[in-house]
């Protein structure tokens, strides 16, 4: 397992909000936003995998994407490998992107169905680099090698690949440019799963032989637990709790994430039948319109007064464990005083 | 003993492909018992979605059903005229599909669907038609049923739309319920909540249930009896625990074995079935899965292994024998 305490961060991300204008009416004035992400740190060390997961919605993917900068973000920090690309513009950018690239969820539409394998794998190379065409058909070669494809493939079309195949093509683009860090977008939620597995063991393969850093995007919780060495929750645009693998699986401390693995359906009839399922009720709020307070307060079932009225800070609750939870913050029974104060100070609002 | 409710025997679903024909279900037969659980699973293109499909008549063409026979408590229904078998759905046998959205139409309100469905099948009036689906939706557990009546399909959140898919499927007091991937669409808060719905309506109503899915865990928690398809065929069939705790083919072993869980045994290596499912076309002369099974052997090319009894209530189709990985002597 990978060991964080002598690593070196390759990406860290400081308060990084991603919101998006909602326009309406007829002058189409700006009348809210979307707080896809909102005030998300982290870090990830050189060589490790850092699991995202969370629901439809939560602001995954978004998170993902920003951090590759194919967004503005709206605010906040993101370094990687020692640059800071947060506020860098598209000229700074270009010549770091080679560093940072993507491996995303739907391999039919991040194909172009007109390029054989061979164009689409050496595209990035044209962009990127000054190799002559020898040299390019030959490093095409080199990736398809080791994406487990058949050289003598290279000029078909990727409609004549299954879609395991195709999520290689998508690798081996990614490839190309030596990259150190790989967000890897849902990679295999679209394949079939005697094919996943297949695609995560070259995932890891991969970055076994690269040193490659991957942040794994994924609803999938247990092939979550299986790829990553340390997993964030996301729920709403919060990272809610993040912490090595071994100990948020086994000891999940925020009450989504402890709701979020009971809800997963164990391939095992007998665990099945006896597991407590804790069981939210409701749905997600919208991200428009977030709740006061602590994000999940909504379907908490541990739900305190203050969560409704305060947003709890991340917490750590134990080495590299941070949980965002009134639970455990230090401060909770000093703030229900606070609380109370609040409330006072409210009522005499609404009296006015 | 009972009578089973369906009964399927040797079922071929084909569609015709240029001059070929393809066919997706090849042979497919089994039983279901009053108020029985049976999952499906198998990967995609593995012809379960195309059984449940033949069960409830809905086979697009130029797809058909090319042989076999379908039995709803001893009657054919396979061979019914289109009328008869509109008949038949909805009323005798639900259906509740993957996308809530794509089988609700967006432009009538939730109760006008549910009444249409109840009034279809039933001789109720109006208002009475109005107070089941009120009491359907309560039942289904959706708040405030009798305002939500008024509401559009695209005012519900996917797991809401679900409900009411399973209220109207359930609006008939259907014998045979189908659900296909009925929670491949939710998030796993939501799957929880709609499986523990699902679990509560079937204790009361004892309808049977075929349950397709390629989520075996979900089958674990819901399922009697597993059918494990491969190819268009059955390869294995047993009760869930003993399927779980004891399978037989090696393509059920490989794919449990291809699943990580989020509380076992962390594996540092996930197993892999190399290769890809197969495409069929014509009678399959061979075992679908030689290509990718680890212990095939000569007769595997030769010969389709029919499912033959390997335990109590448990088949599998597979000349190999476990115990040994070479052939069984038979």
Same mark, same amino acid.
């Given at each position: ?352 | ?42 990967? +995609? %293109? ?7 499909? @033949? ?5 697009? $063409?130029?797809?058909? #059903? !090319? ?89 519900? +959140? %996917? ?7 399973? @209220? ?5 007091? $259907?014998?045979?319920? #189908? !659900? ?151």
């Amino acid at each position: 397992m990978f060991d964080t305490r002598t690593g070196r961060k390759l990406v860290e991300v400081r308060n990084l909000k991603m919101h998006f204008p909602i326009y309406a009416g007829l002058l189409r004035r700006r009348v809210g936003e979307v707080k896809a992400v909102d005030d998300v740190s982290f870090d990830i060390y050189e060589g490790e995998t850092l699991g995202l997961v969370g629901e439809s919605g939560c602001g995954k993917s978004t998170c993902g994407r920003a951090v590759l900068r194919l967004y503005d973000i709206t605010s906040g920090s993101i370094w990687i490998n020692g640059e800071e690309i947060g506020e860098a513009g598209f000229q700074r950018l270009r010549p770091l992107r080679p560093t940072m690239q993507m491996v995303f969820q739907d391999p039919q539409a991040s194909l172009n169905p007109r390029m054989t394998v061979s164009r689409i794998i050496s595209e990035p190379l044209d962009e990127h680099t000054r190799l002559s065409r020898e040299e390019k058909t030959e490093r095409v070669f080199e990736l398809m090698d080791a994406v487990g494809l058949n050289r003598d493939f290279a000029n078909r079309y990727p409609h004549e690949f299954s879609g395991g195949q195709r999520q290689r093509i998508g690798i081996a683009r990614a490839l190309a440019l030596n990259p150190k860090f790989i967000v890897c977008d849902e990679p295999i939620a679209a394949l079939d799963v005697s094919i996943q597995a297949q695609v995560v063991n070259l995932l890891e393969e991969l970055q076994d032989r690269l040193g490659l850093t991957y942040l794994f995007i994924s609803h999938d919780l247990s092939m979550v637990r299986h790829i990553a060495d340390r997993v964030a929750v996301m729920y709403l645009g919060k990272v809610v709790e993040l912490a090595p693998r071994d100990a948020l699986y086994a000891t999940p401390m925020h009450p989504y994430t402890e709701a979020l693995l009971s809800a997963v359906p164990e391939p095992d009839p007998t665990i099945e039948t006896r597991k407590k399922h804790i069981l939210l009720k409701g749905d997600v709020p919208s991200p428009a319109n977030p709740p006061q307070g602590c994000n999940f307060c909504t379907r908490c079932p541990k739900v305190m007064d203050i969560c409704r009225k305060v947003e709890p800070a991340a917490f750590e609750v134990a080495p590299g464990h941070q949980v965002a939870c009134h639970l455990y913050s230090e401060t909770t029974h000093e703030t229900a005083g606070e609380t109370a104060a609040i409330e006072a100070q409210e009522s005499t609002q609404q009296g006015e | 003993m009972t009578e089973p409710v369906l009964s399927i025997k040797d079922l071929v679903v084909e569609f015709p492909f240029r001059n070929d024909v393809f066919r997706a279900v090849s042979g497919v037969s089994f039983d279901i018992m009053p108020g029985e659980v049976v999952g499906v699973v198998g990967e +995609s %293109g593995a012809g379960k979605s195309m059984t449940g499909s @033949a069960v409830i008549g809905l086979i697009e $063409p130029p797809g058909h #059903i !090319a042989s076999g026979e379908i039995r709803l408590k001893g009657e054919r229904i396979d061979n019914l005229p289109e009328e008869a078998k509109a008949k038949l759905r909805g009323r005798r046998i639900g259906m509740v599909f993957q996308d809530p959205l794509t089988s609700l139409n967006p432009l009538y309100t939730i109760g006008e669907q549910l009444i249409e469905t109840i009034r279809t099948h039933l001789p109720l009036n109006e208002a009475e038609a109005r107070q089941k689906a009120i009491d359907l939706l309560t039942e289904a557990g959706i708040p405030k049923a009798a305002e939500r009546m008024e509401s559009y399909p695209h005012q519900f +959140s %996917g797991g809401m739309r679900q409900r009411v898919m399973i @209220a109207i499927a359930l609006a008939c007091d $259907p014998e045979v319920l #189908i !659900a296909d991937e009925p929670t491949t669409a939710l998030d796993v808060t939501i799957q929880a909540q709609i499986l523990e719905l699902m679990k509560e309506l079937r204790e009361k109503l004892g309808m049977a249930v075929i349950w397709i899915t390629h989520d075996l865990g979900v089958i674990a928690g819901i399922a009697d009896r597993v059918m494990v398809m491969y190819g268009g065929q059955v390869v294995e069939q047993a009760p869930v625990r003993e399927l779980f705790g004891n399978p037989q083919h090696p393509y059920t072993r490989a794919l449990l074995k291809t699943v990580p869980s989020v509380s076992g045994e962390r594996e540092e290596k996930l197993a892999v079935i190399e290769g890809q499912p197969p495409i069929l076309s014509a009678a399959p002369a061979a075992c679908p899965f030689r290509a990718r099974c680890p212990q095939a052997f000569e007769r595997c090319e030769r010969e389709n292994p029919a499912r033959v009894p390997v335990g109590p209530a448990h088949d599998a189709a597979c000349f190999g024998d476990p115990a040994t990985g070479g052939p069984r002597d038979v």
